[in-house]
């Protein structure tokens, strides 16, 4: 156990409304990651954060914006929910600069409507 | 972009049975992870790879990392009825960024 809690878990939305997920971690680990995971594509990145307000895009990162403003929490944004942003959402944490194990939060499960 | 191709897809087995997969990409990784998946929760951290030759195991898992930096293979021994799940391996890209890319899963099943 990582120390990672996600918000919501589930969350139904409609078309064109802005959404945050939240991830948490009490541990104080430096690197922090977004994912989302979609049948048939494994787990892609979408954001991750090296420190404080040090945040960097990943793969699949248009449409999405995070913010990281305490060392803690990580929030994934989507400003204009599309259909295709559907998905099911993993927050991440790499333990130490000198370890490069992630481990992963339980997930959100988002459906946009 | 860089892709991890991971093999195969799925597999039934046996209960008892040993299992074998693996993951190769044309990059080169300087960690490979390996992770199972229940349904329903976030990947587990099964196993981490620093070294190319490196192998290592835990219980009934033991997992290469590849001489030639470009692949990695795990094993389950005598598979159980527990093991069903999906085994994702993920590779840490050498750019020193700590980002690392996945593969797209080998959904395990065993018959009892």
């Known amino acids: 156990d990582a120390g990672i809690t996600q918000s919501p878990r589930h969350k139904v939305t409609e078309t064109g409304t802005p959404v945050t997920l939240r991830c948490h971690q009490t541990?104080?680990?430096?690197?922090m990651y977004w994912y989302r995971q979609d049948p048939g594509h494994g787990l892609r990145l979408i954001h991750y954060s090296y420190g404080v307000k040090d945040t960097d895009k990943g793969e699949v990162s248009d449409g999405y914006s995070v913010s990281r403003s305490k060392t803690e929490d990580f929030l994934l944004t989507l400003e204009s929910a599309t259909s295709s942003q559907t998905s099911v959402y993993f927050c991440a944490i790499t333990r130490s600069s000198s370890s490069y194990e992630q481990y992963f939060g339980p997930g959100t499960r988002l459906t946009v409507t | 972009g860089q892709q991890l191709n991971q093999s195969p897809q799925s597999m039934f087995i046996q209960e008892g049975e040993d299992v074998s997969m693996n993951c190769t990409s044309s990059?080169?990784?300087?960690?490979w992870l390996w992770y199972k998946q229940d349904p329903g929760e976030g990947p587990v951290l099964l196993i981490a790879l620093y070294k190319a030759g490196e192998l290592t195991s835990n219980g009934r898992l033991t997992a290469q990392f590849g001489i030639t930096r470009k692949d990695s293979f795990l094993n389950i021994s005598a598979s159980i009825p527990s093991d069903v799940g999906i085994y994702f391996c993920a590779g840490q890209l050498t750019s020193g960024t700590y980002k690392y890319i996945f593969g797209t899963g080998t959904r395990l099943k065993v018959l009892a």
């Open positions: 990059s080169i990784f300087n960690t």
């Open positions: 541990e104080n680990h430096r690197y």
